[in-house]
Every structure is written in structure tokens, then in C-alpha cells.
């Protein structure tokens, strides 16, 4: 179940950018163990990556999808896209989109938070 929230520096990058973890499972403590209880305010909250895609979503109108493709040897590999309307309401003709490829999902899962998060801070 562990592999299911997101790693702590990227938990720690969301609380930067304003992430309310209160909602969260678990929580990461001073050892950087997952915890069920909120202890301390130095914790930082360790939400589930879906968490994490869906705030990015509704808080900054980004959305993302992992694809799996296969090389013509047949081998399977996934690719990440990322696209934010620029416009509100939404014109969906002016748009962003990154692809980068990784050889498992959870490779591209955390590549594809990864570039959100870049995002975002660089704004």
C-alpha cells in the first residue's frame, strides 16, 4: 500500500505550494516513516498520488494522463501528458502538453507529478 502515496519530497513540494495534506491517510514524520496520525505541525501530509493529480487539477486546472504504448519489438512502455488551458473559460485550442516516455507506470507517475510540480513553481 506504501507505493500508493506519494513520495516525500513531493509531499513536501505540495505543502509548499499551499497542498492542504489535512485530508490525507498518512502522514510523513520527522524520520520520514509514514504515520495514520497527524502527531505534530511538522509533519507534512502524504497524500495518495490520485490525491495529488486531482488537486492539481481543480486548484490549478491542469490535467494529466499516463498512456501505455509498445516499441516494435513489442515491448511495453508509458508516456505522460500534461495540459492546462491557458484561458478562463477554457479554449481548449491553447494548451500545453508534455510527453516524456519511462519503461514502468510508476516511473511515469512520478515523472508526470514531477513536471506539475515544476510547473507550478515556476509560475
Not at 23 to 50: D, H, I, K, W
Not at 56 to 81: A, N
Not at 97 to 121: D, M, P
Request: proline residues 4%.
Amino acid at each position: 500500500m506504501e507505493k500508493e502515496f506519494i513520495p516525500y519530497e513531493q509531499a513536501l513540494d505540495l505543502k509548499e505550494l499551499g497542498f492542504d495534506g489535512t485530508n490525507c491517510m498518512r502522514f510523513y514524520n520527522a524520520e520520514l516513516s509514514l504515520e495514520n496520525t497527524f502527531l505534530y505541525s511538522g509533519n507534512v501530509g502524504a497524500p495518495l498520488y490520485q490525491q495529488a493529480f486531482r488537486w492539481f487539477r481543480e486548484k490549478h486546472g491542469i490535467c494529466t494522463w499516463i498512456q501505455r504504448l509498445y516499441t516494435d519489438d513489442h515491448v511495453p512502455y508509458y508516456r505522460y501528458s500534461c495540459e492546462k488551458s491557458i484561458e478562463s473559460p477554457p479554449n481548449y485550442n491553447r494548451t500545453w502538453v508534455t510527453l516524456k516516455e519511462h519503461i514502468t507506470y510508476e516511473e511515469a507517475e512520478l515523472a508526470c507529478l514531477n513536471k506539475l510540480i515544476e510547473t507550478v513553481k515556476n509560475k
